[in-house]
Nanobody
């Protein structure tokens, strides 16, 4: 069965940290670029960060730069999002998505949630003030 499964969300206080994981099954994650997206209640979905296949190139939303770090372990078909100094405005459902992408399409090809090939169901991050 082809799927992406996120884990690691939860309730954390302002200034706290969480590490999200995204594990693939049924396909080789290392062939795909990964995007982490989030959607807060009543707000548009936005891409928080993305990482290309090898892990050598990454992109971040301005509001999370310096606080979030995306990484991947292709041998374990897993991508991560380390989130430090969390703020209440980071509260959202976070989901990962994967897209088969040529080098020339990076990073534009991984910015559109609906352009992705596979999606996880998401994990809730709740930051209390």
């Amino acid at each position: 069965q082809v799927q992406l499964v996120e884990s690691g969300g939860g309730l954390v206080q302002d200034g706290g940290s969480l590490k999200l994981s995204c594990v693939s099954s049924g396909f080789t994650l290392g062939h795909y670029a990964i995007g982490w997206f989030r959607q807060a209640p009543g707000k548009e979905r936005e891409e928080v960060s993305c990482i290309e296949n090898s892990g050598n190139s990454t992109e971040y939303l301005d509001s999370v730069k310096g606080r979030f770090t995306i990484s991947r372990d292709n041998a374990k078909n897993t991508a991560f999002l380390q989130m430090n100094n969390l703020k209440p405005e980071d509260t959202a459902v976070y989901s990962c998505a994967a897209v088969l992408l040529s080098e020339s399409d990076w990073p534009a090809g991984v910015e559109d949630y609906y352009n992705m090939d596979y999606w996880g169901k998401g994990t809730l991050v709740n930051v209390s003030s």
